[in-house]
């Protein structure tokens, strides 16, 4: 088979090691050859002796030739470069006999490179093209002496089986994905992710390039800043002309340093910035921020500027925060790293930040230290060309100094990759995050009723509420539900106490709590007994506790005792308003110490004898956080038993689904776009194949052509029946009288499919006819593709009044048990489903599984570009869609769902 020179471009990547480097990873081409024969000239005679079963100190022109020209199907190879270098080549080769589906796979990795998970990676992405092209098993001819071949499979997680002839093991395993092959693939991701961002956050040495000699730039408030910082490595100021920076010998180049340099910081006009990457390169630096701007946020020009960075900066192993940022900060004491150019020096803490905005990061941190609130590293990603969100939350994950994730966010660049990292995060660290740009601009056009009623907002609660990040509109509400993570316990229940010292006050924030769902239920009697013993008459005891102006810190901190032992109780706020004769200093120090002794329920304080942005109460043992009004302390204590909540449920898992035909569905939807590339609306009969491929409950359905047909076929089926049109390309039906309802004869029959076809001449398509449903609310399931967090699944009220009503809800793929038990709760109509005022409840669970089929469908099929199925009618029965619409559309390829690689 001739060789071929091109191939999809998704084959071409960026992936990071398992020490933390960078290597470009993509298909062989014949123009290789020099740099094929270069890479076996360094091999070890070992590493040649395991690969070839031999000694072959040069390989002969015919093996460059067969290498390095494939087919890109039967026979493929894929390298890995690394300083414009071949550091790794791995192949397979079908197997001429048999049924097509075995093929030989061989590696070889650079001595110099080896242990760095090279092998493991191109034998991921080998994988993947191999099942495309209908391979599902490798087999590989080893020495038995091999083990680190051996090692490659086991370490990739898949399951193989070995035999030994003729002094050669064979392994033979299968190449589908299976749960602990996903799993050990996200493992290996995220152990590498963390040690690529471990090289930017704890450096050992950092050069600021560009550190100017006067006060007020830049370059020099960085180098500045590190210095009395006190970080605790050298600091070297590169600098074209000066021979020192801030009283620190400065270097023309960073290749002059005479040291190691770990960490660059480069602060030099951006046409300039290549060629200070390529200086990196020279000196073996292993991690860059880049504080200059004018790259992608210019323009046209400034994104390949920027592409072209990234490009140079992987190609040499180097990770990157930026360009466009404003740097990085590691607070811990081994590090004690601030390289931003903040007025203001970091606190010392155990909260992690990121941000997409410099400006905006620089007056978190100040914010940040006025209010108390400690970080532990601090990230502005700027234009995220590199390092993402999704880097970060990595290796934050297993950063022993955070407990507590706080994000800006702008843009997502892979949003299915951050469902999975952050569901596995918020288990153990509270996430919380400013989305910028809450509004439904950029609604897509209304082509269905999902269509119309989705929006990228709802993409993007959906994705926050699965994964339980907690989203915030403002930056104060971001603080405010810091101050309540780093401070207090999570809360058991939505249970609040309210005590204070005026009883206006106290109806306020009950009021709050209430308005945010939470309860403020009246105290147990024991506890009402036991405030009355020490309180004034005067006193109200039930909840809220107002325990009068009169109130002396003695009585709050006793209070405060009292009602925090009371079971009924899940949290407390506590309220004071300044008399004349009790200060406030006593007061928080009273709660504060009560507090302590409170275990695992939180306290708030909402002290209005406080001015400005309030500060945590920390005169006690424990403190407590602090709020100018009520409704502040309401809105952050119901984020945080939100996520509390979220915690205790259960992970969800993705169910084995009975009666799935994935072939027969692909099949299917490969046939439609042969005939219409360009996709289409599918015709009734072949939207209800498709549905009943995955098992999806739909209508008893029979396509006609003639009244006579119809009248005939409404008969067999038993009346009364309903009439549709037959064309798929008919998205509102109702809208344009192509339904016809509760048909009882066949006349009427006959003369609906007579009316509808003088109304809608050949656009009718036919007709279809169904069974009348048995009764039950009527819902809508519909899926839509959103362009940045692919598809959505839509849960709501449904019929005519969809749009109107718009009662929905959303969930991100993959969807899960968990996920469709809560969305079929999420919405205003839901309780209809449930017996409400005496009707039957519908069947609940089979509406459960029929959400999960339409998940599973979507996303075995990408390229389902939308689908409605409205109205689902959900009897005490079971659930039955019955109307369905679906359209198909090629589908992008979404190669960062199946492997490990950079954006």
């Known amino acids: 088979m001739s060789a071929r020179s091109d191939y999809p471009a998704e084959w071409e990547c960026d992936v990071v090691l398992t020490d933390g480097g960078t290597a470009h990873v993509r298909p062989i081409r014949p123009e290789d050859a020099n740099a094929l024969v270069a890479l076996h000239a360094r091999l070890s005679q070992e590493t040649i002796y395991l690969r070839f079963f031999t000694p072959r100190p040069v390989l002969s022109a015919r093996e460059v030739e067969r290498f390095t020209q494939v087919d890109y199907d039967d026979r493929m190879g894929l390298i890995a470069e690394l300083d414009d270098e071949m550091v790794a080549v791995a192949r397979y080769d079908r197997n001429p006999g048999g049924d097509g589906t075995e093929a030989e796979v061989a590696f070889t990795v650079d001595d110099a490179h080896q242990g760095r998970g090279l092998g493991t990676i191109l034998l991921e992405h080998l994988a993947v093209i191999a099942r495309a092209h209908g391979i599902t098993r490798f087999v590989a001819d080893t020495l038995p002496q091999n083990r680190r071949m051996r090692d490659l499979f086991h370490a990739a997680g898949f399951q193989d089986a070995a035999s030994f002839a003729d002094g050669v093991v064979r392994v033979v395993f299968p190449i589908e994905p299976t749960e602990t092959s996903e799993g050990a693939m996200h493992d290996r991701e995220r152990s590498a992710a963390a040690r690529s961002v471990e090289r930017l956050l704890r450096p050992r040495s950092i050069a600021v390039i560009g550190a100017g000699r006067r006060r007020g730039t830049i370059g020099h408030e960085i180098f500045r800043n590190l210095l009395e910082g006190d970080f605790a490595g050298p600091v070297y100021p590169v600098h074209p002309t000066a021979a020192h920076v801030a009283s620190v010998r400065a270097y023309p180049t960073v290749i002059d340093v005479p040291d190691d340099v770990e960490l660059a910081v480069i602060v030099v006009p951006a046409a300039h910035v290549l060629e200070v990457v390529e200086q990196c390169a020279e000196k073996r630096v292993r991690g860059l921020v880049v504080i200059s701007a004018g790259f992608a946020e210019t323009g046209p020009d400034g994104e390949a500027a920027e592409r072209e960075l990234v490009r140079r900066a992987r190609g040499h192993g180097m990770r990157m925060v930026g360009p466009n940022c404003m740097g990085v900060v590691n607070t811990a004491p081994t590090v004690s790293m601030n390289a931003t150019f903040a007025p203001v020096p970091p606190r010392a803490g155990r909260m992690a930040f990121s941000s997409q905005s410099g400006a905006l990061g620089i007056a978190v941190l100040e914010q940040a230290s006025r209010l108390g609130l400690g970080v532990s590293t601090f990230v502005s990603v700027g234009n995220k060309a590199d390092v993402s969100t999704n880097d970060l939350l990595q290796y934050w994950e297993g950063d022993e100094g955070t407990d507590v994730v706080l994000l800006y966010v702008e843009s997502f660049g892979n949003p299915r990759s951050f469902s999975r990292i952050a569901r596995r995060l918020s288990r153990r660290k509270p996430i919380v995050a400013v989305k910028s740009g809450r509004s439904d601009a950029g609604t897509r056009a209304a082509t269905s009723h999902t269509a119309a009623l989705a929006s990228p907002e709802a993409a993007v609660d959906a994705l926050f509420r699965q994964t339980g990040v907690i989203r915030v509109d403002t930056l104060e509400q971001l603080f405010d539900v810091a101050q309540v993570l780093a401070h207090q316990p999570l809360p058991h229940g939505r249970r609040v106490a309210i005590v204070g010292n005026a009883g206006g006050p106290g109806i306020l924030a009950a009021d709050a709590c209430e308005g945010q769902g939470l309860e403020v239920p009246e105290l147990s009697p024991d506890t009402q007994d036991e405030l009355r013993s020490f309180l004034p008459s005067a006193a109200a005891v039930r909840n809220p506790v107002d325990l009068v102006a009169s109130a002396s810190a003695a009585d709050y901190g006793r209070a405060v005792r009292t009602v925090l032992t009371d079971p009924t109780v899940d949290a407390l706020v506590a309220i004071f308003i300044p008399p004349l ?165 066949p006349t009427d029959v006959a003369g609906a499919y007579t009316s509808m076809e003088a109304s809608l001449g050949e656009a009718m398509g036919g007709a279809v006819v169904q069974a009348m449903a048995e009764a039950g609310p009527e819902v809508i399931v519909g899926v839509v593709q959103d362009p940045s967090f692919g598809p959505l699944v839509m849960f709501g009220t449904g019929g005519t009044a969809v749009e109107l009503l718009g009662d929905r809800a959303f969930r991100v793929l993959p969807l899960t048990d968990i996920d469709a038990f809560e969305l079929v709760r999420a919405t205003r109509g839901s309780p209809l489903l449930f017996g409400y005022r005496g009707a039957p409840p519908a069947d609940v669970a089979s509406l459960e599984d029929l959400l999960l089929r339409v998940g599973r469908l979507v996303d075995d099929i990408p390229e389902i570009a939308e689908l409605d199925l409205n109205p689902v009618i959900a009897s005490p029965s079971g659930a039955v869609a019955v109307d369905a619409k679906v359209r198909l559309a090629p589908s992008v390829p979404r190669p960062e769902l199946a492997l490990r690689r950079l954006r």
């Open 581 to 745: 004769v009790t200060r406030a200093d006593d007061v928080a120090r009273a709660i504060s110490d009560a507090a302590a002794s409170a275990g695992d329920k939180p306290v708030l304080a909402n002290f209005l004898a406080m001015h400005g942005t309030p500060a945590p109460l920390s005169l006690g043992a424990r403190p407590i956080p602090s709020f100018a009004y009520p409704e502040a302390a309401a809105h952050a204590l119901a984020r945080v038993v939100e996520h509390a909540a979220w915690r205790r449920r259960p992970e969800g898992a993705l169910p084995e689904l009975e009666g799935v035909d994935g072939r027969a569905a692909r099949i299917l939807v490969e046939t439609v776009l042969d005939e219409r590339p360009d996709g289409a609306w599918l015709d009734p009969a072949s939207a209800i194949d498709l549905l009943n491929d995955y098992g999806i409950p739909i209508v008893a359905t029979t396509h006609v052509t003639s009244a006579d047909e119809a009248a005939k076929v409404a008969e067999r089926t038993g009346f009364p029946v309903v009439l549709k049109a037959g064309s798929g390309d008919i998205v509102h039906k109702i809208d344009v009288g192509a339904v016809r309802l509760g048909l009882g004869t």
